[in-house]
């Protein structure tokens, strides 16, 4: 019987023995995290993720070569495709005819063809001014974009019909000739989206919700909130305006405007490079609220359902000016067709697309002076980033499927898409094919910054296997020893690649890090799998470019005036 009863007597002993282990353990494991939120847990793990995943990859370091880099003040404008690069909407069909260059919300096709429809009519309508048959040509780009072809002088059209009067009284600062010929082509006006918890929240505290509730509520980060860059969106340019008005309705660049700017905009999670990002991040939940125009909100039902909108600024009633000095004929072509566009008929046809809503809306701005608003743009490439600087790290894909000319696009775009990086923010750039170089590690990208950059970037070459997430993993830790040295930056990573990955991690394998430290990757592909490279920006919220098209240079620079 004693020598039956050992082997249980051990047994219960050795269920004791791991039970307390297990307790003590535990034990010890629970105070190490006893004080800790879910997000400084989840930062540690994924902290020990990258660790493991950073072992298994072969880091190289380069050596730091200069090269030589132009110290004149980069234009945006210079770096504008030919105009083929946006071909017409609708052709004209006479000899005699104006050419209009229209924002994209009304020359475009289905509910943002409005001004398609009626120009096409028009052409047909076999119109005649004296004897002599007439017609459109309408072609559809963004306004911000088209101020720049008009201001440069690289295109200039008959007629230029913005969004709204702001670009206007830019263009006209800038010494365009330009004669205001019609004040309102169709209504429609820009707005605050929020989401109806969050509105039912800010009106339970504020009472009402108007731009200045807005700005309050974002100023002590009780709203998340984003807007496209206002160098390229008409929306994005009202609002700036009108939150500059907010800080200081009589000056709008005055100290306490710029001050108040500042602190808002330190609390804006990112400055969108498209509205469809930022309607991207608003599903996701990173937002309770981002701008767009009502006649955009007007044609999206699931908007409707989800959000509030609260209009702001100035209307967006397509006005339409003639540039230069038209002649006699030209001028009555486009009298004629204004004339045909607010016939009953095609009013009736835009309110059916989204537009000649909220007529009752009187504009919070009164008129702007261009030269007032182009400085404006200027505060706000200086201020956008709040009281943070911007960390970034640039991944190069060096892989043999990158040979020839998709890697001189890609050095191309470096090179010059680095004259609209700030001094003040920290760049570094890393490259990769089977393995992965860094070739200039992160500082502040000041003159000696700028050449150690440019001499990287010439020293590019092409061979070997495409480790991209390797790559991505590395630009991860690079900036995590960077913001643990210095917290108050903003981190950010660019991707330029062909998207094609065959080496390395997988996405898989390093997307909970990606999640975790929530770095937005930009993405930029050079004859691309672009699916491949939007998953990657996807994941926090970030945009992904098509560098096959012939504006890449103007579309980064772009992309870099709205995050960096």
Not at 8 to 15: G, N
Not at 341 to 357: I, P, S, V
């Amino acid at each position: 019987m004693a020598r039956g009863g050992s082997p249980k007597k051990f047994l219960i002993l050795l269920v004791a023995a791991v039970f307390v282990f297990a307790v003590v353990y535990f034990g010890i494991s629970l105070t190490k995290n006893l004080g800790k939120d879910d997000a400084q847990v989840s930062a540690e793990k994924a902290g020990k993720a990258l660790e493991s995943i950073i072992k298994d990859i072969r880091v190289n370091q380069a050596d730091l070569v200069k090269g030589q880099i132009d110290l004149e003040t980069a234009e945006l404008k210079d770096t504008l495709p030919d105009i083929s690069k946006y071909p017409a909407q609708v052709d004209n069909t006479t000899d005699a005819f104006v050419e209009i260059i229209s924002s994209t919300e009304k020359a475009g096709s289905g509910t943002d063809g409005w001004l398609t429809k009626v120009a096409t009519d028009f052409n047909n309508a076999g119109i005649t001014i004296d004897g002599k048959p007439v017609s459109v040509r309408i072609r559809g780009i963004a306004s911000g974009v088209a101020a720049d072809y008009i201001t440069s002088g690289k295109y200039v059209p008959d007629a230029y019909s913005p969004s709204n009067e702001l670009w206007g009284e830019m263009i006209t600062a800038q010494g365009v000739q330009t004669q205001l010929v019609e004040k309102k082509l169709t209504g429609n006006v820009a707005g605050i989206l929020i989401s109806k918890s969050k509105n039912d929240e800010l009106i339970k505290k504020y009472g009402a919700i108007n731009i200045k509730t807005i700005t309050d509520a974002v100023s002590k980060n009780e709203l998340a909130m984003g807007y496209t860059n206002p160098f390229a969106s008409s929306t994005g340019l009202n609002f700036l305006m009108t939150a500059l008005d907010t800080f200081d309705s009589s000056d709008l660049l005055s100290t306490k405007a710029v001050q108040g700017f500042e602190t808002f905009q330190t609390n804006i999670p990112f400055v969108a490079y498209t509205t469809l990002q930022m309607r991207e991040s608003a599903k996701s939940g990173v937002l309770d609220g981002f701008i767009l125009e009502y006649q955009s909100y007007a044609n999206l039902p699931e908007l409707q359902t989800d959000y509030v909108f609260t209009p702001f600024g100035v209307r967006h009633d397509s006005p339409v000016y003639a540039i230069g000095g038209l002649s006699s004929e030209k001028t009555e072509i486009l009298k004629a067709f204004i004339d045909y566009a607010k016939q009953e008929k095609y009013q009736r046809l835009a309110t059916e697309y989204g537009f000649n809503h909220l007529n009752e809306y009187i504009p919070e701005l009164g008129s702007i002076n261009g030269t007032v608003i182009s400085k404006a743009q200027k505060l706000w490439k200086e201020k956008k980033n709040g009281t943070k600087d911007i960390c970034a790290v640039f991944i190069a894909d060096v892989s043999g499927s990158m040979a020839g000319e998709p890697l001189n696009k890609l050095k191309l775009s470096l090179l010059q898409g680095a004259n609209y990086i700030s001094k003040d923010n920290f760049v570094g750039l890393i490259s990769y094919s089977s393995d992965v170089t860094i070739n200039l590690p992160i500082q502040p990208f000041d003159l000696t910054q700028r050449s150690y950059f440019a001499g990287a970037v010439n020293g590019l070459e092409a061979n070997g296997n495409t480790a991209t997430f390797d790559a991505i993993a590395v630009a991860i830790q690079m900036i995590q020893e960077q913001t643990a040295a210095n917290p108050n930056l903003k981190p950010m990573i660019f991707v330029l690649s062909d998207g094609d990955t065959n080496r390395g991690h997988s996405l898989d394998e390093i997307r909970s890090s990606v999640e975790a430290y929530q770095i937005p990757i930009y993405t930029i592909g050079y004859n691309a799998d672009i699916a491949a490279l939007q998953s990657i920006s996807n994941i926090n919220e970030a945009a992904s470019i098509n560098a096959d098209t012939d504006d890449v240079v103007y579309q980064l620079g772009n992309l870099f005036n709205a995050q960096m």
